[in-house]
């Protein structure tokens, strides 16, 4: 008896399992599958921006917290500045330069930027790059930008200190059908 109940069960998922597997099987069809792809692209604008800081020997005697602005210059259709703040920005470690760049009347705009210390012959002295940020007529920037020995390096025997600013916006992304 036991064995006939075993019979049964073998037969029933038997029955099952073919009537699964019909449905499982893709239908044969003479047509053509489609398949259709897209792309999604990112555009980038760059600029560079020299902001050239002269007399920097009386400018480093600025009281924390007080700021030297570059000119504003344009980028990706935006209009940008670099806030310099020689003794740091209130919030800035003892011994610390500030670096902040402003967007003026940005509204949701995406964008990275690095500034770079050139040195007395106009090489790379020190170098910072940013995360991507969104400004929405704000700015981002470092605190702690740089310790202020490494800046007194950089100073030209003419009493000037050159930094260099380059600014990616990201536009939005581009769908593109394939």
């Not at 210059?73 to 209009?79: L, N, R």
């Not at 050139?118 to 704000?138: D, H, P, Q, V």
């Not at 920037?141 to 380059?166: A, F, P, Q």
């Amino acid at each position: 008896m036991g064995a006939n109940f075993n019979m049964k069960s073998k037969k029933r998922n038997n029955v099952l399992v073919s009537f699964f597997e019909r449905f499982r099987r893709p239908a044969k069809t003479s047509a053509v599958d489609i398949v259709t792809s897209s792309t999604a692209i990112v555009e980038e604008v760059t600029g560079t921006h020299v902001f050239k800081i002269e007399k920097f020997s009386v400018q480093k005697l600025n009281t924390k917290g007080r700021c030297i602005q570059s000119a504003i210059f344009s980028v990706g259709g935006q209009d940008w500045n670099l806030m310099y703040y020689p003794n740091g920005h209130n919030q800035a470690k003892k011994g610390y330069a500030s670096l902040y760049l402003a967007g003026y009347k940005t509204n949701n705009v995406a964008a990275y930027w690095t500034c770079t210390v050139l040195n007395k012959k106009g090489k790379e002295l020190w170098k910072r790059e940013s995360s991507i940020f969104t400004f929405n007529g704000n700015s981002w920037g470092y605190h702690d930008y740089v310790d202020k020995w490494i800046l007194e390096s950089g100073v030209s025997k003419d009493d000037c200190l050159v930094l260099k600013i380059t600014v990616t916006v990201v536009k939005e992304s581009l769908q593109k059908c394939v």
